[in-house]
């Protein structure tokens, strides 16, 4: 069973879309939202697809729709929908056009709602590190409930996060074979690893993606870590299954 920890069906072309979900049931998907409007559409799939879950974000990108409604929409889609999984994709993001303050405030809105029902949070992380890491802090003890998506940071903030128990999603950007990366995917331990392909925002060798090349992330990774690639499965269906609480 393959696991794509964090891809975005919601946003998919027609064409696109359709070949993911005629897919068999080697996948579990975690589709991610970025607004009210993906939110809906990641429900709908989630609600008519069993190897679809929901995690229900808002991305800085998205932060000037924030209205004070918003958090009350995101609580009744939670209560309505049994197969949401996680809060995200949220944080922060210096190409936003919204200030730090304004972004980190929203941000805190989404954690405060993350705890009221005790989900975990996917992290959108483009800012300073200690930033981040700084409102967490205001909230979390550890960072058990916490997924540091398609992690491009060097080995020194992935200790950071190790030391609260963190959890750590690499992406397609493995295939890049940066030595950054490199270093943080041989540093880390298999019980705090997911893998994700973030698509279709990433793209592979300039072309975009698709959740289906998630088998791409499993083979770079199993050769990375000197694993086989079944051994692989196993580690990160286990540890999605305990992060995001579902029962398959």
């Not at 008519?48 to 995690?55: A, E, L, Q």
């Not at 730090?100 to 029902?117: G, V």
């Not at 973030?198 to 870590?225: H, Q, R």
Request: overall charge negative; aromatic content about 12%; proline content about 3%.
């Amino acid at each position: 069973m393959l696991i794509d920890a964090h891809c975005h069906i919601n946003s998919l072309l027609p064409d696109t879309a359709k070949t993911v979900l005629d897919t068999n049931s080697d996948y579990i998907f975690v589709d991610v939202s970025i607004d009210t409007e993906t939110s809906l559409k990641s429900l709908n799939l989630s609600g008519k697809y069993g190897f679809i879950y929901s995690s229900l974000g808002f991305h800085p990108f998205a932060d000037e729709e924030f209205s004070i409604d918003t958090i009350e929409k995101y609580r009744e889609f939670i209560k309505n929908n049994p197969k949401t999984v996680a809060i995200g994709e949220i944080g922060l993001d210096y190409k936003s056009r919204l200030s730090f303050f304004e972004q980190s405030n929203i941000f805190r809105e989404f954690i405060k709602l993350s705890l009221e029902f005790n989900l975990p949070l996917v992290l959108h992380n483009r800012w300073h590190n200690d930033a981040i890491l700084g409102i967490l802090d205001d909230y979390l003890r550890d960072y058990k409930q916490v997924i540091f998506h398609c992690f491009s940071q060097d080995i020194h903030f992935l200790e950071r996060i190790l030391a609260k128990n963190g959890n750590v999603s690499f992406s397609l950007n493995v295939l890049r074979k940066t030595k950054k990366i490199d270093e943080a995917l041989k540093e880390i331990p298999l019980g705090n690893m997911l893998l994700e392909t973030d698509s279709p925002y990433m793209k592979i060798y300039g072309e975009y993606s698709t959740p289906l090349d998630i088998e791409k992330v499993y083979n770079y990774v199993a050769t990375v870590k000197d694993i086989s690639f079944d051994k692989l499965q196993n580690v990160v269906y286990s540890n999605a299954r305990r992060i995001f609480s579902w029962e398959n």
